[in-house]
């Protein structure tokens, strides 16, 4: 059975319904492929009896009723790929989450080969998802059918995945490693909105550029977030960055020029004197007011922390190998970074380490010590 739950009323029902559940299996569909500023369109939650709803969130903007059971930690929350669908809700619906179980990370720690939902749902339970609908634009309405049946599939073999995927980790002694990572993730900070005045200096080519040309990609930028911020479209559906590169490194001078330059839209030729305006700015600029990108300085490392680094390296891949793990779940390059540099002596030093968690500790944190010795 599902429903869609559009009043405050129909959200006071869902809350009684699952309120003392065991699990409930949670999804959202957002916007961003569609909008400037992303909303979550869709909140997704299915029960272990089967029953499964859809809350139209354009619809019912407040949904603080629901943030009791969310923070229950008597109540598990399944989710796969959870970190987005986390920092999305607590941004707009400022949600705390407890007790929180990702079926990705399960399936990560237990050394799968496939990850993706649809290949995992197949693989363990013989179910064959549709994905047509991932990338539809869900700040629509209404729903067709399809789409309402593509958004409630992916809640309701959650909770049988998440049994199958906690029962192996049990027996592999992994349960506690799975736990501990989803409590990070269900700690994730809200997602935020917040522009970034540098963000050209990431366009992929832009370090290649001379420093005139990175004032065109500059002024570019900044014209087409703000064109993105008036009429609430992604920037990559006004300008994409590779038209912003082919324009800063050749600055189109008249409306002709501009319009020979793939990837600009009829739409956008209709800015064109604010465009050249813009470019015409940056190729005015003075020398000393250029924009410059500062180097990308790699920190010289002391030879003892090479041969540290080095020899962890050695024993992440002996150890990822007989555990049959991805080398990035029993120790990342950051936290070997951090290992090598910390030089810890004892397993107190090494607990010390941010983000190595207890469980890496435990595990395997004799025979990390014995690699850095």
Known sequence: MSAWIRTAEELAGLVAALRGSRAVALDSESDSLYHHFEKVCLLQIATVGGEAWLVDTLVLKDLQALAPVLADPRTVKVFHGADYDVVTLKRDFGFGFEELFDTMIAARFLGMPRIGLQALVQ????????????????????????????????????????????????????????TEECAAVAALPPAGRQADPEAYQKVKGARRLSRRALAVLRNLHAWREGRAEATDVPPFRILGNETLLAMAQVPPRTAEDLGRIRGVSSRVRKHAPELLEAIGRALALP???????????????????????EALKAWRAQEAA????????VLPQRLIDAVAEAAPRDLAGLSSIPGLRRWRVEAYGTRILAALS
Do not use: C, F, M
């Open 123 to 178: 693989s363990e339970l013989g179910v064959v998802l549709s994905k047509h609908a991932q990338t539809d634009d869900w700040s629509r309405r209404p729903l067709s059918p399809a789409q309402e049946a593509y958004a409630l599939a992916d809640v309701r073999h959650l909770l049988n995945l998440q049994a199958r995927l906690e029962a192996r980790l049990r027996e592999r002694g992994r349960l506690a490693w799975v």
């Open 287 to 309: 020398e000393a007011g250029l924009p410059l990108i500062p180097a990308a300085s790699r920190p010289l490392v002391p030879e003892p922390v090479r041969r540290r680094g």
């Open 322 to 329: 007989r555990e049959a793990l991805d080398v990035s779940v």
